[in-house]
């Protein structure tokens, strides 16, 4: 077992670790992080897989990161091929700000197969975003399925405007392929609109193409390409 402590930015630092080694195998049998009231706790191993769990509880960002604030927390577990290993974990926070930018609430829920053997699923949602560009009340995406298969809901609401889409498709060689469905675009001043027809998307890393999608209402059209 390995102990340090000591003071980084004026809070108390301690670290508690234990490792074994067995050929191949790593054990992390326990690790034990405190900075100011941030704490970080951890075990697991590493042999021909992963499998680590993990919760780090930070109720004050300031002591971490000098002109952070706010209160954020994770807890989760890895575990599987190292290639393709299965994630389960969370992240939680409340009254974020760094930089110009600031969220009053953060929920990230996370159930990852990365061998794509059963479905994942992805939760996020961001409220009272604000950044030098402009201010959202809220964003929210869900995401369930397998690469091959899945479906990924989309809400916006920047107070006047709100913005919802479904997209469905699949993930293979690093080229998402799908539809655009479902998407709608309310405004106090425009009124409503909502897509006439699923418009076909695909999107890689050096390029991003839509097919011709129109939103409608009683008074006009609107496409785009």
């Not at 994630?87 to 930089?99: E, I, K, M």
């Not at 829920?109 to 992805?122: A, P, V």
């Not at 106090?188 to 409608?216: F, K, M, Y």
Request: charged fraction near 20%; hydrophobic fraction near 40%; glycine fraction near 12%.
């Amino acid at each position: 077992q390995a102990t340090l402590s000591g003071t980084l930015r004026g809070q108390p630092l301690r670290l508690t670790t234990r490792l074994a080694v067995d050929g191949r195998r790593y054990t992390l049998e326990h690790l034990a992080a405190h900075l100011g009231s941030a704490s970080a706790t951890a075990a697991g191993s590493v042999a021909g897989g992963y499998t680590l769990n993990w919760d780090i509880q930070a109720p004050d960002l300031s002591q971490l990161l000098p002109g952070a604030r706010g209160e954020l927390s994770s807890r989760g577990s890895l575990a599987g091929p190292r290639d393709a290993p299965q994630v389960n974990a969370s992240l939680q926070g409340t009254g974020l700000a760094f930089r110009g930018y600031a969220a009053q609430r953060l929920v990230l829920r996370l159930d990852l197969d990365m061998q794509d053997i059963k479905e994942s699923s992805t939760h996020l949602q961001l409220a009272g975003y604000t950044a030098p560009q402009g201010e959202l009340t809220s964003i929210t995406l869900q995401a369930q399925g397998r690469l091959r298969g899945h479906v990924i809901d989309l809400a916006l609401d920047a107070g006047g405007t709100q913005a919802t889409a479904n997209l469905r498709g699949a993930y293979m060689k690093n080229i998402w392929t799908g539809r655009l469905h479902d998407s709608e675009l309310r405004s106090g001043t425009a009124g409503v609109w909502r897509l006439e027809n699923p418009a076909a998307l695909v999107a890689g890393a050096e390029e991003i193409s839509l097919a011709q999608g129109c939103l409608s209402r009683e008074a006009g059209r609107i496409c785009a390409q």
